[in-house]
């Protein structure tokens, strides 16, 4: 008998961040920057959860109503994408702690990989995250997807994928792409205690 899967959202180590019940995208837009295609990439998965898309300059992003800030969704949000200049990455990450974010998803690149100034923003986007007990993926990450529980919070655009017994995680956008699409070849296990 197959064991069941958490619902979105369920509290344990990494639940918030994988399988969030909400997801907060900041810097949300339509079209193909990166806030854009996470909005896109979720919906597409099959996202069972709410997503707030963040943007003071939209009012909607692909039809869902887009909030100013995190803080004027006014409810707890599970997890916060991150898709800013990484000058706003600080400030965002902690607007998302006070509104309950326990999970980040960190897109926005140039930090360590700068210098000087960049080590220091990524150091205050660790002190935040140690802080308020946030588990992160990133920063300068493409995202993630969870395919067994329908969670594609992935920066491009994301093929069609069912769930599967292998796990990969990856750090390089073009074999992270070809590893999903490698799902159209239907691998596939039988045994009840793949995750």
């Known amino acids: 008998m197959a064991s069941e899967r958490p619902a979105p959202g369920e509290v344990h180590a990494l639940g918030r961040l994988l399988n969030p019940a ?13 806030g854009g295609e996470v909005v896109r990439s979720l919906r597409a998965s099959g996202y069972r959860g709410r997503i707030f898309p963040v943007n003071p300059r939209y009012e909607k992003v692909y039809d869902l ?9 006014g409810e707890p949000v599970d997890c ?14 902690r607007q998302a702690a006070a509104a309950g ?18 080590i220091r ?5 660790t002190d935040i995250a140690r802080k308020h007990g946030i588990r992160c993926i990133g920063p300068n990450t493409i995202g993630y997807v969870n395919v067994a529980d329908r969670v594609g919070c992935y920066a491009a655009s994301l093929p069609q994928t ?10 390089w956008r073009r074999f992270s792409k070809d590893t999903l699409k490698t799902n159209e070849r239907k691998i596939s296990c039988n045994d009840d205690n793949c995750l």
């Open 22 to 34: 909400s997801i907060a995208v900041v810097g949300a837009s339509e079209g193909p920057r990166h």
């Open 65 to 73: 109503k887009c909030f100013a800030s995190v803080a004027a969704i």
């Open 80 to 93: 916060v994408v991150l898709a800013v200049a990484r000058d706003q990455a600080p400030e965002q990450l």
């Open 101 to 118: 974010a326990r999970g980040a998803v960190i897109v926005s690149g140039g930090f360590r990989e700068t210098g000087e100034e960049g």
């Open 121 to 125: 923003l990524e150091r205050e986007l």
């Open 162 to 171: 069912e769930p599967g017994c292998i796990a990969a995680d990856v750090n």
